[in-house]
């Protein structure tokens, strides 16, 4: 098993939020599969630490609870959307780093994940 890059803090609030903008509503376990997709772990408790970074985005406005554990896109300024989604393309590419994956494959398994 390749390893997985560990991700918390504004990074795992990037990316989640990047995902969520990419993709539509989200539950809990679904965003932990897909940070597991893209290469990543959260250490500690991984749900709670996924709850309360998506806590920090709605209290600024950018997810909104859709119902208990499924989120969903909210509203964002443009320039803040291409700052957190400019982060979480960085942080995909750490992971595939460190994961040792070669750029080609990674960035086609990214391909894919945003189609």
Request: aromatic residues 8%; without cysteine; positive net charge.
């Given at each position: 098993m390749s390893e997985?890059?560990?991700?918390?803090?504004t990074g795992l609030r990037s990316v989640i939020t990047d995902h969520l903008f990419r993709?539509?509503?989200?539950?809990?376990?679904?965003?932990?599969?897909?940070?597991?997709?893209?290469?990543?772990?959260?250490?500690?408790?991984?749900?709670?630490?996924?709850?309360?970074?998506?806590?920090?985005?709605?209290?600024?406005?950018?997810v909104r609870l859709v119902r208990r554990g499924k989120y969903a896109p909210a509203e964002m300024p443009r320039t803040t959307?291409?700052?957190?989604?400019?982060?979480?393309?960085?942080l995909r590419a750490r992971a595939g780093i460190a994961a040792g994956r070669d750029d080609e494959h990674f960035w086609d398994r990214v391909a894919l994940y945003l189609d």
């Open positions: 997985l890059y560990e991700i918390r803090g993709v539509g509503p989200q539950t809990i376990p679904d965003l932990l599969d897909a940070l597991e997709y893209q290469g990543f772990t959260v250490a500690g408790r991984p749900a709670k630490t996924v709850s309360d970074a998506l806590r920090w985005e709605r209290e600024r406005g950018r959307e291409q700052r957190i989604h400019r982060r979480a393309m960085e």
